[in-house]
Nanobody, 123 residues
Framework: VQLQASGGGLVQAGGSLRLSCAVSARTFSRYGVGWFRQPPGKEREFVAAVSQFGTATDYADSVKGRFTVSRDNAKNTALLQMNSLKPEDTAVYYC?????????????????WGQGTLVTVSS
């Protein structure tokens, strides 16, 4: 299973970005997908997750109401729509896939990771 995140960039505070995660897998719908981020000088943290068929989602408190996670199993793609961005959202964003649980917030439970895409929010 291979993942590739894209869509990062520089945006002003209050703006929006949409991240995409292209997943190369024989059966994409077997995997839950999570989004994580690593701010400069900090540890990687959970952002959002979506279950195998998109029926369940979970969000970190810091992004609830601003970010929306979704997936399109026909296109082997997961999306993270980020609105009302804040400077504290600046980080490298990673997508990951796991095949055991429907939803997970733990990095240790994800088996496959993409390379990350940088999001910079200016004030």
């Amino acid at each position: 299973v291979q993942l590739q995140a894209s869509g990062g960039g520089l945006v002003q505070a209050g703006g929006s970005l949409r991240l995409s995660c292209a997943v190369s897998a024989r059966t994409f719908s077997r995997y839950g997908v999570g989004w994580f981020r690593q701010p400069p000088g900090k540890e990687r943290e959970f952002v959002a997750a979506v279950s195998q068929f998109g029926t369940a989602t979970d969000y970190a408190d810091s992004v609830k109401g601003r970010f929306t996670v979704s997936r399109d199993n026909a296109k082997n793609t997961a999306l993270l729509q980020m609105n009302s961005l804040k400077p504290e959202d600046t980080a490298v964003y990673y997508c990951a896939a796991e095949g055991i649980k429907s939803i997970s917030t733990l990095t240790s439970e994800y088996d496959y990771w993409g390379q990350g895409t940088l999001v910079t929010v200016s004030s």
